[in-house]
């Protein structure tokens, strides 16, 4: 969290908890169970794929560190990293939506891209993604002022 470096202290360190519990707030109320995980991922294939991409399952796990999401085309099984737990709703769509288009265009050549551009917000989300992993391999100033 970045501050305005006028703030005393007692300032920077109330603006830190009031933002913080904001944050753990809007975190809270967007965290999907696996049940609303799958009813989500069935509505963005109705919207965005006619319907085809029907997925046996999808649900959260806690062993892809490298990746976003991950699909079993045979077993029609979908599987999105909790690293996304608390992302933006966009985020979180267009990694269903990824590996919804998975389900009809296995690999990532030209026809399974031009499947994901049915989804508006792809760009966006990419690049929030990207800046996710990017910021993950700042290095950490000690003494910085941004939480």
């Not at 992302?87 to 009809?104: I, R």
């Not at 966006?124 to 941004?146: F, K, M, N, S």
Request: net charge positive; with cysteine.
């Amino acid at each position: 969290m970045l501050i305005p470096a006028r703030m005393s202290e007692a300032e920077e360190k109330r603006w830190v908890t009031v933002m913080l519990n904001k944050l753990a707030a809007q975190e809270s109320r967007r965290v999907l169970g696996d049940a609303e995980l799958a009813e989500r991922a069935e509505r963005l294939s109705a919207q965005y794929f006619g319907g085809r991409a029907r997925p046996a399952s999808v649900r959260w796990v806690t062993n892809q560190n490298t990746r976003w999401g991950s699909c079993t085309p045979s077993e029609g099984s979908i599987r999105l990293s909790h690293r996304l737990q608390g992302m933006p709703e966009y985020v979180v769509d267009y990694v269903l939506c990824h590996e919804l288009a998975h389900l009809l265009v296995p690999g990532h050549g030209p026809g399974f891209w031009r499947l994901l551009e049915a989804y508006p917000r792809t760009e966006r989300a990419r690049g929030y993604l990207e800046g996710v992993v990017a910021a993950d391999r700042l290095p950490q100033v000690p003494g910085a002022r941004d939480e």
